[in-house]
């Protein structure tokens, strides 16, 4: 599914964040010490290779909400961009931390000059956010940083559950 707002895009597909050939930096849903760990952040770390870890660990801690980017390595990609999103039911307030993450990612994105970025759902995985309430935080975070950048024009919110890529579907038509 394919939204335009201006000269932007925002799509929501069903496949796997480190497979985005396409894509100038991809978003790893991070843990406080930009370490490798389980879900996405093991998946990026796996594939981009060692030399990640070693770039991220002068970086960190983060606090919920951050972002900082390192370069690729072996993704297909140029860049990582590495969100802290915030556990559900501790970080408060959720809402704003997670917004947060996909707003300050974008605006790190715009100011390296990056034109495309892809988002996997953040905090949905072993930090327990409610996928129907984190989609509407994060499209609508999206839809209206957006319209600001000079230099991103693609955001791809990439989901690997079948039962995901229809709620943020969904929650996309229903915003936009």
Known sequence: ???????????VIRGNIVEQFDIDAVVNAANAQLRMGGGVAGAIHRAAGPELAAECEP???????????TAAYNLPNRYVIHCLGPVYGSDRPEDKLLANCYRNALKLADEKGIASVAFPSISTGVFGYPVEEASRVALTAILTTITGLKNVTLVRMVLFSPDDYELYTSTLNSLS
């Open 1 to 11: 599914m394919v939204v335009r707002k201006d000269s932007k895009s925002i799509e």
């Open 59 to 69: 970086l960190s801690p983060i606090n919920p909400g951050d972002a900082v980017i």
